[in-house]
């Protein structure tokens, strides 16, 4: 398992989002090492405040496999998932959640608010940091140009 290359692959996700004006983060789920579904940031695009790129990357992944539960799938995301997206997840059943940068706003695995996996029905495992100066540098880039506008 090599968490650079899909974490790479999560950031070409997040490059298409920047380019089409959205926040840009990016999300890819894998099974048996092979990426099966991509998502990025489409909230703007489909008017959809549910259309983060963990949501739109499960929605696809499900929608492949025939089935809401994904237990044998990872996600990849580059900024630490907000409280609806780690609720997914875990709806999800993904095995493993693999995130590059924190997100100081709105982060709910461990910046703003730590999620209650004792208490939740199931529990992924975590592992975060992965190329995250590379995934934080995106949105200070983003946003610096947004700012500058």
């Known amino acids: 398992m090599n968490d650079t290359v899909f974490m790479k692959a999560a950031l070409q996700e997040a490059a298409k989002a920047a380019m089409a004006g959205e926040v840009p983060v990016g999300a890819v789920v894998v099974r048996a090492g092979r990426i099966v579904a991509r998502g990025h940031n489409k909230p703007i695009e489909n008017s959809d405040p549910t259309a983060h790129a963990e949501i739109v990357a499960l929605r696809k992944a499900a929608g492949k496999a025939g089935n809401y539960r994904l237990p044998d799938c990872d996600l990849y995301v580059t900024v630490e998932p907000c409280a609806m997206c780690l609720g997914a997840l875990v709806q999800a ?5 693999v995130f590059g940068a924190l997100d100081p706003k709105a982060g709910a695995v461990s910046s ?3 999620f209650p996996f004792e208490r939740a029905n199931h ?14 540098k995106r949105l200070r880039d983003f946003f ?3 700012r500058k506008k």
């Open 144 to 146: 610096r140009a947004r």
């Open 112 to 114: 703003i608010m730590k």
């Open 93 to 97: 059943r993904i095995r493993r959640l």
């Open 123 to 136: 529990r992924p495992e975590i592992v975060g940091g992965i190329l995250a100066d590379e995934c934080a």
